[in-house]
């Protein structure tokens, strides 16, 4: 593997983590704006983790389509 390789797939893993992240951070207050929050601040805690889970998708589907193209680039 070249150094390339080796900054793309460090690259990848950070996506991937920071994803994986976002995504926990998202359902946590998900959860919180579906049962315990009320009012305003519930409907600001659904949204901002709406927002937090397809910021999350994104993430990892940038990462995903780096590493597909890549293979394909490579044949």
């Known amino acids: 593997m070249d150094a390339d390789g080796g900054d793309r797939s460090a690259r990848r893993r950070n ?3 920071l994803a994986g992240l976002l ?4 359902l946590i207050l998900l ?3 579906l ?3 009320t ?3 519930a409907g600001v805690e659904v ?3 709406l927002l937090l889970l397809v910021a999350s998708y ?3 589907r940038v990462a995903r389509r780096e590493t597909v ?3 394909e680039r490579r044949r």
């Open 35 to 37: 049962t315990v929050a």
């Open 47 to 49: 949204v901002l983790a």
């Open 31 to 33: 959860l919180l704006g």
């Open 69 to 71: 193209y890549r293979a």
């Open 39 to 41: 009012g305003t601040v």
């Open 58 to 60: 994104a993430i990892q």
């Open 23 to 26: 995504a926990v951070v998202g």
């Open 15 to 17: 996506r991937l983590l």
